[in-house]
């Protein structure tokens, strides 16, 4: 296994809208392994594909406490929303410290396929259902600060910006 590098903002690969995925092989199993290791290691609750650069429709997901509940979706949907949540986000992707809230609906219901390309649906509230509408927007080139104010975007680039110096 092996840790990926995490693209940053404001890097333009994250905003690349990922290609469905036509088959799973030894090289898509080996990549979702590496996608865990590198989600586990940051800390993070999901990863999409897009943020270590691979730009087709899969994500990692892992939200229990004791980190023994592995999800990845392959091909993600949400095929039904329901009701708002206006809760905290951070992103692997976007530094300076970012985090703000994000009105996501409270409950989704989303379909995809499994490693065994077969179909799984997945009903998911609160902190699964904010996830996966995160990891959802990655894979269309969405970040949550896409959905914040100008003047809030303003304040985060600036931050990195400064971060960077
Ligand atoms: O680790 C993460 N935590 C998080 C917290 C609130 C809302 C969304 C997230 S996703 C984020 C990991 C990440 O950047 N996934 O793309
Ligand atoms: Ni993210």
Known sequence: MALLEILKYPDPRLRIKAQPVSKVDAELRRMVDDMYE???HAKGVGLAATQVNIHHQLFTMDVSEGQDQRIC??????????????EGEGCLSVGGGAFDKVERALKVKMRGLDLDFKTIELDAEGLMAVCIQHEVDHLNGIL?????SRLKQDRIRKKIEKARR
């Open 73 to 86: 979706v392959l091909n993600p949907e949400i095929i039904f929303r329901e009701g708002i949540q206006y």
């Open 144 to 148: 949550f600060i896409d959905h914040l």
């Open 38 to 40: 590198t989600m586990y």
